[in-house]
């Protein structure tokens, strides 16, 4: 396939965004058409001034008035529940969803932690959990694809590959991630005067990312396995960083040659030198992990510690890949550009 006829819909927030401006780059896609409801009518410039030197950008238009004939894939960056209920109603596209809506398996535990009834539950079954390093085998024939939230891919990236040499009964996971997580709606506790100068909790003891953690790990370990978990939200834009205290009976050679073993041959995972601490600068703006290992000085615990850049790699990043891997592109076309430094 030489080129692809993409649909965005959602392009005035973040995910959205990020994902036009990867799109551009990329040697085989075609941006047919953009959506966002509020913003009807504007050009992505009036919206998004660093879209200025790109006119032929298609007009925003609301999300019902898109015309998908001729359109190859349709990406979702549209809120939870509202993006299940539009995506549900297409057919002859394929489809990669960047919201919460097609992620968890079960209708009922949507509802739990979404606080609504699934628009689309009978959909469920078929969609595929899109985490692309462990989902490659089956995008191929997906027609919808999931993409993980920003921290599940964080925090399953560095566990998936350990699950046999850890305890899955005691996992502690404490995050930290740029204001760009919460949306670009307006919130007065993301204001500028209330995130500058400051680090705090949110979500605490209840996040919904959790269930679809623990959904991945359970499936990886055969058990039931639930873990704690603590998301902060720091004063920058964008990057994520996540440390997970694991106990394991094995030395942290051991886990160190897991990781090793499983991502060798990966081009966006990177496990780093011995003693080198992952940060978010090391891949900010780009599509890349890292990640490392480390020893606790109480013994039976090691320190796993990884570094993405949420919007990217935690979500419109992770979306163009598994979009390559869908349709036989290389995977790492329009996803080859280094982290941005400083």
């Not at 699934?118 to 969609?127: S, T």
């Not at 850890?166 to 996992?171: F, G, N």
């Not at 400051?198 to 055969?222: K, N």
């Amino acid at each position: 396939m030489s080129k692809v006829s993409i649909a965005v819909l959602g392009a005035s927030g973040y995910t959205g965004a990020d994902l036009v401006r990867l799109a551009l780059s990329h040697p085989n896609i075609e941006i047919a058409a953009l959506s966002a409801n509020a913003k009807a009518g504007q050009s992505m410039a009036e919206v998004w001034p660093h879209f200025a030197m790109f006119p032929a950008l298609p007009r925003l238009v609301k999300a019902e008035d898109v015309d998908l004939a001729g359109v190859d894939v349709v990406f979702g960056c549209l809120p939870h529940a509202a993006s299940a209920e539009l995506l549900s109603g297409i057919s002859g596209p394929r489809i990669v969803d960047l919201s919460a809506d097609f992620r968890l398996k079960d209708a009922a535990t949507y509802a739990d932690w979404y606080g609504n009834a699934h628009p689309a539950p009978d959909l469920l079954p078929g969609a595929l959990y899109g985490l692309t390093e462990f989902a490659r085998d089956d995008l191929p024939g997906a027609d919808i694809v999931a993409c993980p939230g920003c921290y599940p891919t964080a925090v399953l990236l560095g566990l998936l590959p350990l699950m046999d040499l850890i305890s899955p009964e005691r996992i502690t996971v404490n995050a930290l991630s740029g204001v760009s997580g919460a949306g670009r709606s307006l919130k007065e506790a993301n204001l500028f005067a209330e995130v500058a100068e400051a680090v705090a909790p949110y979500a605490i003891g209840r996040h919904r990312h959790m269930p679809e953690i623990e959904q991945e790990l359970s499936l990886r370990a055969a058990s039931p396995v639930m873990i704690s978990f603590t998301p902060h939200l720091i004063p920058m834009n964008r990057g994520e960083l996540v440390t997970m205290i694991v106990e394991t009976a094995h030395p942290v050679a051991d886990l160190r040659a897991a990781l090793d073993k499983r991502y060798a041959a990966e081009a966006f995972v990177h496990l780093l030198p011995e003693g080198v601490g992952p940060a978010t600068r090391m891949v900010r703006g780009s599509n890349h992990v890292v990640l490392n290992v480390f020893a606790d000085r109480i013994p039976g615990r090691v320190i796993v510690i990884v570094a993405i850049d949420n919007l990217v790699k935690g979500s419109s990043g992770q979306a163009i890949q598994n979009m390559n891997v869908m349709l036989g592109l290389p995977e790492t076309a329009g996803l080859s550009a280094a982290p941005l430094f400083p």
